[in-house]
């Protein structure tokens, strides 16, 4: 199995991610919650396992997030979190299992195996679309109103990025993260050169704007509203 662990204490997290691998499971490993929801949207997992207290945003908000947005992937809450209404609470997210630390790896895996069992709620999505832009993940190709847009490799995960994010905003430091992989800043103008430029292919030779700058914090991708 594909297994996504949201897990910000570094010893729990290389524990499992061992024992994972040592079962011959594959283990991506976040130890932020806005990393993780990201990745998680990103990429398909056969399960994913979350910390209910996360750096970012909590385990909670990654679940409910998830469903939302129609991600139908096996959750599992990892948390010291034990009582009866916080049990509740995480299946209610949308969650479909919780087991409390400390916990024994041989009872993890066997939720895991578990979960991994059963059939998939849906398929990745590899086409997103937002009002009459369409960004093909398979083909890395962009369409708006039917017309194709020719974007440089790094302008094509810029967009990503954004049309993942429909509707939310996308910070400066999120999108060094995400596009470049700079975890400092850079003192550089290089998030908006690449906004204009992506800009200017994307929204400037079309009436309707799809791009919004939100002044002091970042960017937004959405229809009109």
């Known amino acids: 199995m594909r297994i996504l662990l949201i897990e910000d204490d570094t010893k729990t997290s290389d524990y499992i991610a061992k024992g994972f691998s040592e079962a011959g499971h594959v ?3 976040f130890g932020d919650g806005r990393d993780g929801l990201f990745q998680a949207q990103r ?5 994913i ?3 209910r207290m996360l750096p970012g945003l909590d385990g909670l908000a990654i679940v ?3 469903r939302a947005a129609k991600v139908g992937t096996s959750a599992l809450f990892l948390t010291s979190i034990g009582g009866v209404d916080d049990r509740v609470e995480g299946l209610e997210a949308g969650g ?3 087991l409390v630390k400390p916990f024994a790896f ?3 895996m ?3 195996n578990a979960l991994g069992r059963r059939p998939p709620v849906q398929e990745q999505r590899t086409v997103l679309k937002v009002a009459d832009l369409e960004l093909d993940l398979i083909r890395r190709e962009a369409r708006r109103a039917g017309q194709v847009i020719e974007l440089q490799p790094r302008e094509f995960t810029l967009l990503e990025v954004l049309m993942r994010g429909e509707g939310r905003v996308i910070t400066k430091t999120m999108l060094l993260e995400r596009v470049w992989d700079f975890h400092f800043d850079p003192k550089t103008s290089v998030v908006e ?3 204009s430029r992506l800009r200017a292919k994307v929204d400037k030779p079309f009436q309707i704007q799809l791009l919004h700058t939100v002044r002091n914090t970042g960017y937004s991708l959405h229809a009109p509203r």
């Open 27 to 29: 283990c991506d490993v």
């Open 43 to 47: 990429e398909a997992y056969d399960v």
């Open 49 to 51: 396992v979350v910390d």
């Open 64 to 66: 409910r997030s998830l």
């Open 96 to 98: 479909d299992d919780y």
């Open 106 to 108: 041989s009872e993890l």
């Open 110 to 112: 066997a939720r895991v």
């Open 193 to 195: 050169t690449h906004i």
